[in-house]
């Protein structure tokens, strides 16, 4: 069956999707009945109930989730002398402002806020 949806009206469409969701839970619904009956003549062809194997199977653990690392606002430590709004926490990269004003003979201590 193919339909022209450029043709349908909005509730035409709405009906279609609900008609579309409503016949895909029922055919999800026998494939899993049918899937519990091959497990069952399966479990039956070795000589066990789907209950006994059950009973034997480890449970499957979820995986854990790890969080993702948060990164830290630290608070600063430096701030250049010509324009105070250009600080640094001392951690990570030395910013250009730091390395020019240690080149030019400045130690970091006097950088200190």
């Known amino acids: 069956m193919k339909f022209d949806l450029k043709t349908l009206t ?3 469409l709405e009906k279609l999707r609900s008609d579309v969701d409503t016949a895909l839970e029922k055919m999800i ?9 091959a497990v069952e003549k399966a479990a039956k062809a070795h000589g066990f ?4 194997i059950a009973a034997d199977a480890k449970p499957v653990k979820a995986k ?4 993702a690392k948060a990164k830290v606002a630290l608070a600063p430590k430096y701030a250049n002398p010509e324009d105070k ?24 201590e006097e950088l200190l806020i």
Not at 49 to 52: D, F, G, K
Not at 64 to 67: A, C, D, I, L, N
Not at 95 to 102: E, G, V
Request: overall charge positive; hydrophobic content about 30%; charged content about 35%.
């Open 85 to 108: 709004s250009q600080t640094w926490s001392g951690k990570g990269r030395q910013p250009d402002w730091f390395k020019t004003a240690l080149a030019s003979g400045s130690k970091a």
């Open 49 to 52: 109930t789907l209950a006994e």
């Open 29 to 37: 619904e026998r494939e899993r009945k049918a899937a519990l009956v």
């Open 10 to 12: 909005r509730k035409q």
């Open 64 to 67: 854990r989730k790890v969080p």
